[in-house]
């Protein structure tokens, strides 16, 4: 089954980096559309960014600059490199399959990992 595991996450002061990651698998991965959501306490989850099969990313205007989405497909595995993180960047992120296939060509969609929770003192 699809799994999606997200880590890299923690307490880091402002203007600093964090990369978080996330280990997929129960897919095809390299034809996989990837991305990465957030959500603040009492805010609705939004979408940060997110990166197609061949590697073209799009960002969130909050993540434009700041942040880069990445994936090796080699490992399975989606990053997203966080710099200059700001206390508007605390959420707890999560990684979303956005669409995919099993290795028999069944479609998947929307599927989530746990989170990982990044905290930004300032």
């Known amino acids: 089954q699809v799994q999606l595991v997200e880590s890299g996450g923690g307490l880091v002061q402002a203007g600093g980096s964090l990369r978080l990651s996330c280990a997929a698998s129960?897919?095809?991965?390299?034809?996989?559309?990837m991305r990465w959501y957030r959500q603040a306490p009492g805010k609705q989850r939004e979408l940060v960014a997110g990166i197609t099969s061949g590697g073209g990313p799009v960002y969130a205007d909050s993540a434009k600059g700041r942040f880069t989405i990445s994936r090796d497909n080699a490992k399975n595995t989606v990053f997203l490199q966080m710099n200059n993180l700001k206390s508007e960047d605390t959420a707890v992120y999560y990684c979303?399959?956005?669409?995919?296939?099993?290795?028999?060509?069944?479609?998947?969609?929307?599927?989530w990992g746990q989170g990982t929770q990044v905290t930004v003192s300032s």
């Open positions: 979303n399959l956005g669409y995919g296939t099993t290795s028999y060509g069944r479609p998947l969609t929307d599927f």
């Open positions: 129960g897919f095809m991965f390299s034809q996989s559309i």
